[in-house]
């Protein structure tokens, strides 16, 4: 892996940031919405010549520097036995059926043989590629949410009643997903992923308190428990202006920034021996082209100095995002000259 990203992920300099994008291959590509109109969301992830052939798609348009695994952070869900669906126009559906009466009694199920599809893909995509290839998963509890509310839920009603009134089952629950989410892992390590990304996309939801009682203890358990293998490990919480300290102390290798904070500020604070990733703001690949040009120079102009710097969006690319836009981020990275400071 002796390439940008490679570097980046081990804080060495690099001649330009590297580049990717969460959500890279999904629903701006016109490629994939015509391949949507005959395989549904989960026929894509469970077959893996269609996943392969999705992961790929960015690539006829752009020269992105990493792969991401064409999955979801909730396909482990179905190894605790939690049926998930995900129709046409809204997003997934989690059928706990009466499972949840009683998680003590929660029978879990071989992550190898359950999602046997993933290291098949990522086998599959490691021919193919030529940029290295990131694997990822969900943090705990943001799968927890998902358990509790049934879908993407606004005010996380169910999930702070479990904190409040049910902390044993809610710790259980959490444990099991800890477990099998780092099999996941060494599964998607083992055949041959080059890094990792856990997202924990509802931290910043919650309050302090709640996120360092029920998120950051399992965080900590899963990169410790790959720290053996050497594979990096890409942080991304959402809601990391507040958590930073916190993330730091996890040790992982990359912290990718959200939105909401000012990277150039965040890169004097995190020490510098972590990666930074992030942290443009996805909205604003709707704005004016040269609007997005300005923000993409100040933006490597004030990070040039900082060892291990992948540029990314703070966080997934939306439906609809003009693929122009994209263009304009990626032509205005390659040709960047940065000027002394
Ligand atoms: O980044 C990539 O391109 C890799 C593939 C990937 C997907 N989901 C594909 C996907 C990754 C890394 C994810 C992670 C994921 N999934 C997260 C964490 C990142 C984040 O957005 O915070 C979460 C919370 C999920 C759960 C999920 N999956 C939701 C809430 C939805 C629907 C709502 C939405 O954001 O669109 C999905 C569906 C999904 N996952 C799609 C894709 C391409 C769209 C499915 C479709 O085509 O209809």
């Not at 730091?248 to 904070?261: F, G, R, T």
Request: charged share 20%; net charge neutral.
């Amino acid at each position: 892996m002796d390439n940008l990203i490679s570097k980046a992920l081990r804080c060495q300099k690099t001649s330009r940031p590297p580049i990717w994008f969460m959500r890279q291959a999904g629903r701006y590509l016109p490629e994939y919405l015509a391949l949507k109109e005959k395989y549904s969301f989960l026929e894509l992830c469970r077959n893996p010549e269609l996943a392969t052939k999705v992961t790929l798609m960015p690539f006829e348009r752009y020269s992105f520097d990493a792969a991401i695994l064409f999955a979801d952070i909730l396909l482990i869900l179905e190894t605790l036995g939690f049926d998930l669906r995900f129709g046409q126009d809204h997003g997934p559906l989690i059928d706990t059926k009466d499972l949840l009466d009683q998680p003590f009694e929660l029978q879990v199920q071989s992550v190898k043989e359950k999602l046997y599809y993933i290291p098949k893909t990522i086998q599959q995509l490691k021919k193919e590629l030529t940029v290295p290839l990131l694997g990822f998963c969900g943090a705990p509890f943001t799968l927890t949410t998902y358990i509790f509310e049934g879908r993407t839920s606004k005010d996380f009603k169910v999930t702070r009643s479990w904190m409040q009134t049910r902390f044993n089952e809610m710790h259980h629950l959490l444990k099991l997903l800890t477990e099998q989410t780092i099999e996941y892992l060494l599964m998607q390590i083992h055949a041959g992923v080059d890094a990792v990304q856990i997202f924990d996309s509802w931290a910043g939801h919650f309050s302090f308190a709640e996120w360092n009682t029920f998120s950051y203890p399992y965080l900590r358990q899963i990169v410790d428990a790959l720290c053996p293998t050497k594979v990096p490990v890409i942080l991304f919480a959402k809601g990391s202006s507040a958590l930073y300290e916190e993330l730091a102390s996890l040790k992982p290798q990359v912290i990718s920034l959200d939105s909401s904070s000012d990277l150039l500020k965040m890169a004097k604070r995190i020490p510098s021996d972590i990666a930074l990733q992030g942290n443009l703001d996805p909205h604003l690949l709707f704005a004016p082209l040269n609007q997005i040009e300005q923000e993409v120079k100040r933006l490597i102009q004030g990070m040039q100095n900082r060892k291990g710097y992948i540029f990314n969006l703070g966080h997934g690319l939306l439906p609809q995002t003009p693929l122009d836009a994209v263009h304009c981020v990626l032509d205005t990275l390659h040709s960047f000259e940065p000027q002394p400071c």
